[in-house]
T-cell receptor, first 111, second 109 residues
Framework: NAGVTQTPKFHILKIGQSMTLQCTQD?????MYWYRQDPGMGLKLIYY???????DKGEVPNGYNVSRSTTEDFPLRLELAAPSQTSVYFC??????????FGPGTRLTVL | ELKVEQNPLFLSMQEGKNYTIYCNYS?????LYWYRQDPGKSLESLFV?????AVKQEGRLMASLDTKARLSTLHITAAVHDLSATYFC?????????FGAGTRLTVKP
């Protein structure tokens, strides 16, 4: 099992550009999450999904969009990137709201 | 709104000593999680606490949950250098996951 994989690992984006962060899990987990972690801080929930076709907003959804067409994949879309979106992004998955398994993260810089 | 507070935020310990990290939260929840994060790395699950009075132990770490007091503790026994990391608690407010700010633990010889 690869667990939770994220791509890319690092990326530099220009202000106003858009991009998609990819997240895939091979554990057949129904729950998936996207978080951002700013330096020295805890994680903040951006979006989550309880199953294919179902997504909902978390604490900080503005500037982001998600989709969940399959159980395995949960991409995060950044539209019109802003410097405030510079952060480390973590994807996670869990079975039935038990322990979350985190991906390695994507370090994103918006300049 | 669900709020999660951890204290202390920074903790410097000597090897062999005991200490407790506290996690308070503001609204009713039936799920509390503890995670560990090493510098520059991802998060690793330590414990999931699902009911009042739940206690879980793994090695030198023991976590407990008091849902009435809205308090969880992470107790460290006879600390060793390998436990140096940042520890986060997180509370599931019906899928509204909220994390504490983290406790940065340094264990010194």
């Amino acid at each position: 099992n690869a667990g939770v994989t994220q791509t890319p690992k690092f990326h530099i984006l220009k202000i106003g550009q858009s991009m998609t962060l990819q997240c895939t899990q091979d554990m057949n987990h129904n729950y998936m999450y996207w978080y951002r972690q700013d330096p020295g801080m805890g994680l903040k929930l951006i979006y989550y999904s309880v199953g294919a076709g179902i997504t909902d907003k978390g604490e900080v959804p503005n500037g982001y969009n998600v989709s969940r067409s399959t159980t395995e994949d949960f991409p995060l879309r950044l539209e019109l990137a802003a410097p405030s979106q510079t952060s480390v992004y973590f994807c996670a998955s869990s079975r039935d709201r038990l322990a979350q398994y985190f991906g390695p993260g994507t370090r994103l810089t918006v300049l | 709104e669900l709020k999660v507070e951890q204290n202390p935020l920074f903790l410097s310990m000597q090897e062999g000593k005991n200490y407790t990290i506290y996690c308070n939260y503001s609204t009713t929840s039936d799920r509390l999680y503890w995670y560990r994060q090493d510098p520059g790395k991802s998060l690793e699950s330590l414990f999931v606490l699902l009911s009042n009075g739940a206690v879980k132990q793994e090695g030198r770490l023991m976590a407990s949950l008091d849902t009435k007091a809205r308090l969880s503790t992470l107790h460290i026994t006879a600390a060793v250098h390998d436990l140096s990391a940042t520890y986060f608690c997180a509370v599931d407010g019906d899928n509204d996951m909220r994390f504490g700010a983290g406790t940065r633990l340094t264990v010194k010889p």
